[in-house]
């Protein structure tokens, strides 16, 4: 099994900036994509950006000059900087790997429990 925890979450005001970090731990064979996640109240989640083995990002069009994905394999940690928050970014953030284990040899998705980020002055 592969476990995600997720930090940085919290309350910013309209401009500000977070980092979000999620590490994976367990019996990880290899780790393919690492993503985040987002869902407000009342939506449905949402693809936020991810991040391939090799370093290719893809980012929501919301998010586009304001966040950056990055990853650390060494730690098998993936971050989120959120620069320029704005209100309607507030939800909860969910980390997201597909990553291969020692036990299955077959890749499988893994959520992080989420984290809160609200931005509200």
């Known amino acids: 099994q592969v476990q995600l925890v997720e930090s940085g979450g919290g309350l910013v005001q309209p401009g500000g900036s977070l980092r979000l970090s999620c590490a994976a731990s367990?019996?990880?064979?290899?780790?393919?994509?690492m993503g985040w996640y987002r869902q407000a109240p009342g939506k449905q989640r949402e693809l936020v950006a991810v991040?391939?083995?090799?370093?290719?990002?893809n980012y929501a069009d919301s998010v586009k000059g304001r966040f950056t994905i990055s990853r650390d394999n060494a730690k098998n940690t993936v971050y989120l900087q959120m620069n320029s928050l704005k209100p309607e970014d507030t939800a909860v953030y969910y980390c997201?790997?597909?990553?291969?284990?020692?036990?299955?040899?077959?890749?499988?998705?893994?959520w992080g429990q989420g984290t809160q980020v609200t931005v509200s002055s």
């Open positions: 367990g019996s990880i064979f290899s780790i393919n994509a």
């Open positions: 997201n790997v597909d990553a291969i284990t020692i036990v299955t040899m077959f890749p499988s998705d893994y």
């Open positions: 991040i391939t083995s090799g370093g290719s990002t």
